[in-house]
């Protein structure tokens, strides 16, 4: 059973720079797995940031830029706003159709 | 701009079915393929099933395997969830996604007796 993982949660300092990773429980996470971010604050719909590794969506700001890193997808926050406070969620394409989306990322700017 | 509204959720009780709807407008419906995606109450996301551009490809997570099913109208922009013998753990809002874009506001699924 293939599971997507990310961190439970993160902290970052208004201004600072954190950087949330996207993982596999077996096996290495490559641009093949198509990953994608999702930003999602209470009581709204996901907002997408980042498809197919590193392209943002229409209107993301640049301080969020997708990478793989080392085994892993990951999301950059350079210059953490407070509005960034949010939940992150990675996808990955599984191959065969199928997607999967990470746990999330509780991420607290303070 | 892109917009998907979703509708048809609603209460139902286990073992009963419903059908949700996501009318999309904005962009050539046609030319992408489309998702819905659920979250539990106060749970993560859940990737449920995927349709080709045409309708000739659909995929589903096991889960919702054999009770399921997603299908679109390209005349109407409009895609489809029914979903049969609901289980408790159905209950999710559900979202409505264009593939590597947009999502839908979403639509409250309540699967209660």
């Known amino acids: 059973q293939t599971v997507v993982t990310q961190e439970p949660s993160f902290s970052v300092s208004p201004g600072g720079t954190v950087t949330l990773t996207c993982g596999l429980s077996s096996g290495s996470v490559s641009t093949s797995y198509y990953p994608s971010w999702y930003q999602q604050t209470p009581g709204q719909a996901p907002r997408p940031l980042i498809y197919t590794t590193n392209i943002r969506s229409s209107g993301v700001p640049d301080r969020f830029s997708g990478s793989i890193l080392g085994n892993k997808a990951a999301l950059t926050i350079t210059g953490a706003q407070a509005d960034d406070e949010s939940h992150y969620y990675c996808a990955l394409y599984l191959g065969s159709g199928i997607s999967m989306f990470g746990g999330g990322t509780k991420v607290t700017v303070l | 701009q892109v917009l998907l509204v979703e509708s048809g959720g609603g209460v139902v009780q286990p073992g009963g079915s419903l059908r949700l709807s996501c009318a999309a407008s904005?962009?050539?419906?046609?030319?992408?393929?489309m998702h819905w995606v659920r979250q539990a109450p106060g749970k993560g996301l859940e990737w449920v099933a995927l349709i080709s551009n045409d309708g000739s490809n659909k995929y589903y997570a096991d889960s919702v395997k054999g009770r399921f099913t997603i299908s679109r109208d390209n005349s109407w922009d409009t895609v489809y969830l029914q979903m049969n013998s609901l289980r408790g753990d159905d209950t999710a809002v559900y979202y409505c996604v264009k593939d590597a874009g947009d999502w839908g506001q979403g639509t409250l699924v309540t699967v209660s007796s």
């Open positions: 904005g962009f050539t419906f046609s030319t992408y393929g």
